[in-house]
């Protein structure tokens, strides 16, 4: 399989993301619909193609169509019970979310340290993790969608589209309901530090997602940030397929 021929594909809940498997980690191309990657892919001479998808089936059902029509080989990635030595704690590994389980594969390559991971994005993720077994996680509505849907199911309560770069007490509604919500967000960074604290000695936070900027600026350990740790979860299948 020749690397630069793979192309790596992350299909969120609001965005898509996909780079080769030999470009750099950080350069990925974010689109909002499929119509620019379906023009990427026809254009690309490509042998592979390896997606992740939480998002609509009818988006991996349309690539595997133009996969298959531009014969290049289709790879939908799920999630595993274990893989790269990581044990799944879950019961039934396939209820996990695959951009779950692809973001600790990710992170796993960081640090040998214990660690969690936390995707904020649509919604925000947390997973445990420590010598190679996943303890567990939690899931929380992301900043964005805990804001709409306080909006939505209140009244004289405005939409402000300002996103707070630190947490602070507000002093007008529209301010207090993003404030709100920012110490929401940071409270499950706070909760899971805790949680890592008790158990281990030393640990590590690994930051990931559109919105972990917002989590960043509350950290004040031993902490991480990466950018694509789904495709970089990604690229682990695609590497072992390649050299084994």
Sequence with gaps: MQTNSVLLVDIGNTRIKYRLLTDDGDNVTTVDDLSALITYVEAAPLTHLYIANVGKPTVEEALAQLCNEQQI???????????????????????????????????????????????????????????????????????????????SNTTRVFE??????????????????????????????????????????????IFTGGDKKLLTSACDGDSLSAANLVIDGLARYAEKASFG
């Design 73 to 151: 080989i289709f790879c939908a990635v799920k999630t595993e019970s274990e893989a790269f030595g990581i044990t799944n704690s879950y019961r039934n590994p396939q209820k996990m979310g695959v951009d779950r389980w692809l973001a600790i594969l990710g992170a796993a390559k960081l640090t040998d340290k214990p660690f969690a991971v936390i995707d904020a994005g649509t919604a925000v993720t947390v997973d445990f993790v420590a010598d190679g077994q996943h303890l567990g996680g939690w899931i929380a509505p992301g900043f964005h969608t805990m804001k709409k849907a306080l909006l």
């Design 160 to 205: 402000n589209e300002t996103v707070p770069e630190q947490l602070m007490a507000a002093s007008d509604t529209e301010e207090c309901v993003a404030m709100g919500c920012l110490a929401a967000l940071q409270g499950v960074f706070w909760s899971a530090k805790r949680r890592l604290n008790n158990q281990f000695k030393e640990n590590v936070i």
